[in-house]
């Protein structure tokens, strides 16, 4: 018997393929794919991926992110950051974990997410 598939489930990822492109602000409940080029904010819920295509010029936020591709802007990732060896970010970063591979280009500053800070803080 083949499971049952809800609607929003934690599986499902909405994609922007290669070639398409969006002027203006992107914005999901689940989970990403980003292929394409965004000019304007992206705001998702789940996880964030971002293809070797693509390209983004805004500021970004979501819950994990992966990038593959180019971004310029401000990204804020609640959970962790990895930008992949072909990716180049020119803005800043707050996030808790941030991998950065050989070959990935990063031109700003990051800051470690406040609130890991304070639990940090607590604990001591």
Request: proline content about 1%; charged content about 25%; aromatic content about 2%.
């Amino acid at each position: 018997m083949a499971q049952k598939h809800e609607i929003g489930s934690p599986e499902d990822v909405s994609i922007l393929s290669h070639g398409v492109k969006i002027e203006g602000n992107l914005s999901s409940e689940g989970n990403v794919r980003i292929d394409g080029t965004i000019l304007g904010n992206v705001t998702v819920n789940g996880n964030l991926t971002i293809g070797e295509s693509s390209e983004i010029r805004g500021e970004i936020k979501a819950k994990n992110i992966t990038n593959s591709g180019k971004l310029e802007g401000t990204v804020n990732a609640l959970n962790k950051l990895k930008l992949e060896s072909k990716s180049v970010l020119k803005g800043d970063i707050i996030c808790r974990v941030l991998v950065i591979e050989e070959g990935a280009f990063f031109f700003g500053n990051s800051k470690m997410n406040t609130d890991m800070v304070e639990k940090n803080d607590e604990k001591k």
